[in-house]
């Protein structure tokens, strides 16, 4: 007897329509975090003030989390619609080379953008209460 698979729920296809549509933005998103960190490199060799610099960081803190949000789509995008609702159909696609090569670049974008929060903003004074 062969058991047929149920159909995709209409919820899941959103889903994976929204992930496919923020996925094709990740190289425009990974140009912009790009040239966010150049423009806060070249701040930091200017000697920029606190100020600029703290606004410069949190820009790249910006652009870092939306390629990393994209990445982490395209990974949902290459596993497929059924990957939303079955548990097993998501880990066996895990396995394969091309989910496996987003998983690998959405984990380093992360990494990135843990790193750059703990260090890389800087930490403006405290103002007093008037």
């Known amino acids: 007897m062969i058991v047929k698979r149920k159909p995709v729920r209409q919820e899941?296809?959103?889903?994976?329509?929204?992930?496919?549509?923020l996925s094709e933005q990740f190289d425009d998103l990974f140009a912009?975090?790009?040239d966010a960190e150049q423009a806060l490199?070249?701040?930091?060799a200017?000697?920029?003030?606190?100020?600029s610099l703290h606004r410069l960081g949190k820009r790249l803190d910006e652009a870092l989390t939306a390629v990393m949000r994209a990445a982490f789509a395209a990974e949902r995008a290459q596993i497929g619609p059924r990957g939303y609702?079955?548990?097993i159909y998501r880990r066996k696609a895990m396995a394969t080379s091309a989910v496996r090569t987003w998983t690998l670049e959405?984990?380093?974008l992360l990494t990135l953008r843990e790193s750059h929060r703990?260090?890389?903003?800087v930490r403006l004074p405290r103002t007093p209460a008037a």
């Not at 899941?12 to 549509?21: F, H």
């Open 12 to 21: 899941a296809m959103a889903k994976y329509a929204a992930d496919v549509a």
């Open 85 to 87: 609702e079955d548990r």
């Open 32 to 34: 912009q975090a790009r």
């Open 106 to 108: 959405a984990q380093r």
């Open 41 to 44: 490199r070249g701040a930091q």
């Open 46 to 51: 200017a000697g920029e003030p606190d100020a």
């Open 118 to 121: 703990l260090t890389g903003i």
